[in-house]
């Protein structure tokens, strides 16, 4: 995107962010960070107030923008209309609620539990914070008496909160502050000093004193064991994101309790990893690296670790490369929970994508690279993207009885090529090859891309952690979209 786009597109989340009552500084500052700017225009589209609203809502929108619970996303709708209208609308019900969703997760949100929960209807009247603040005063009046205005005032203040969660801090505050003057007056001079500490005294020295000796500092835990930022495969509700389509819509995805109820017991609530190399060279510096995460991230936590052949593309694939990574594996010192290959999985994979295409999510496509190279630089969708289902069927089953000469059709998923992110582009799911596979023979000549299988084959193995290089990151909105589009 060109840099006077990009600051023409900052400027109009300025404007939107100080519509919704942030101030100056704060709305600067969150627009210098991509991330938060991105969720909290979705929240603030998702609230209806792109015309604006008043701070105190602004401000509780801006909360749900930084600090929503991942694995609620379907329910943010609901809470946002909550802040819209007033029923949520203090920090401390908003801190409730988000807790309530939390817990909740994908489960169906019960409305009334969700209303007790963060005091939803809750009037707390100034006579009823006055009435408590002089109930705290009076029970702690001799420490108060004694320290003065060293008193902890956080400490009253979170006695009162105990006893009224829904009151209005600021009101708290004041009448708190207020009863202290009431109580100690003006301050004094004494009420500033610093209060003196007693010197500790010294032990008498021994005649034969011992050197000290050196303590080390602890070391993080991430450092005694690098697998400790790793969450347990229970808390995979948690993984999720949002995919943004040009038209403005989102898909939120995320682990629904059934299905990660069904996992947890094809695992054994075990974790399962996966080293999935592509046998198509001689194994580098990279591969050691990947192996010690995966196959260490397994041993840790007494699971497994796959061994899995991504041979998704037979004309690059030898049997030499295979037997070669095996033997580096072993010499590694790594042991395999199983050894797999993308290709035991081409019948599953292959009925997949016939079901994308019932599904209207796949088409069969004519374009050449040349041609699609072209619509994807000018974000065009394909001429033959909107065929009827019935012709990508039977043109896919062509393809795969080998009726159809190479080069001459692909089956492409349906995406969004009008997208800002080009992983999102309508992928090449299976192009046509007349070339043997060094492990399914010649069975098939149509073979599945290396995006469209692995995430899949991930699935259809009940991985718990996908590892991935941070050059992959920008894809991961792809791998969820696929399995979206499955489930």
């Known amino acids: 995107m060109p840099a006077n786009d990009n600051s023409s597109d900052k400027e109009k989340c300025l404007e939107l962010f100080l519509k919704i009552g942030l101030d100056e500084r704060t709305a600067r500052n969150t627009i210098a960070n991509n991330k938060v700017t991105a969720n909290l225009s979705s929240v603030i589209n998702e609230a209806g107030v792109t015309d604006g609203c008043s701070r105190t809502v602004g401000n509780l929108i801006y909360t749900v923008a930084t600090k929503y619970p991942a694995n609620a996303l379907p329910h943010r709708p609901t809470l946002l209309q909550y802040i819209v209208s007033l029923k949520v609308k203090t920090t401390a019900q908003l801190d409730a609620a988000l807790s309530f969703l939390a817990t909740t997760g994908l489960e169906n949100l019960d409305l009334n539990k969700f209303e007790e929960a963060c005091g939803v209807g809750v009037e707390v009247s100034t006579e009823d914070i006055k009435h408590t603040v002089n109930e705290v005063v009076e029970e702690n009046k001799a420490t108060i008496l ?94 999720h994101t949002e995919v943004p389509f040009s038209d403005g819509s989102i898909l939120r995805c995320c682990n629904t309790k059934a299905l990660l109820d069904k996992h947890l017991k094809a695992t054994g609530w075990k974790v399962l990893t996966r080293f999935p190399p592509e046998p198509n060279g001689y194994l580098h510096i990279g591969h050691a690296k990947a192996m010690f995460i995966d196959f260490g991230l397994a041993k840790d936590r007494d699971g497994g670790c796959y061994l899995r052949y991504d041979d998704t593309n037979p004309e690059a694939e030898k049997k030499e490369y295979i037997d070669h990574i095996e033997e580096i594996v072993q010499w590694m010192g790594w042991k395999p929970f199983k050894i797999t290959y993308t290709s035991d999985y081409f019948q599953e994979l292959y009925e997949l994508a016939v079901e994308l295409i019932r599904r209207g999510h796949a088409y069969v496509d004519h374009q050449t690279p040349d041609e699609i190279k072209e619509y994807r630089e000018k974000k065009l969708n394909s001429p033959w993207r909107d065929r009827p289902i019935s012709e990508s069927l039977k043109l896919f089953e062509d393809m795969r009885r080998g009726l159809i000469e190479e080069g001459k059709a692909t089956l492409r998923m349906k995406q969004d090529m009008q997208s800002d992110n080009y992983n999102m582009y309508d992928l090449i799911a299976y192009r046509i090859k007349f070339t043997p596979h060094p492990h399914a023979g010649d069975k098939w000549c149509i073979y599945p891309s290396y995006d469209y299988a692995h995430c899949i084959v991930d699935s259809l193995e009940n991985i718990t952690h996908s590892c991935t290089a941070h050059h992959m990151l920008s894809q991961l909105k792809l791998h969820f979209y696929k399995c979206a589009m499955h489930y």
């Open 146 to 239: 004694e320290l003065r205005y060293r008193t902890n005032v956080g400490e009253l203040l979170g006695h009162v909160r105990k006893r009224l969660p829904w009151a209005d801090a600021k009101v708290v505050k004041q009448l708190v502050d207020a009863k202290l003057y009431e109580l100690l007056g003006d301050r004094t001079a004494a009420d500033d000093e610093k209060p003196t500490r007693k010197k500790k005294e010294k032990p008498a020295k021994a005649e034969d004193k011992a050197a000290p000796v050196a303590v080390p500092e602890k070391a993080p835990e991430e450092d005694l064991n690098p697998y400790s930022i790793f969450p347990n495969p229970e808390e995979n509700y948690k993984v």
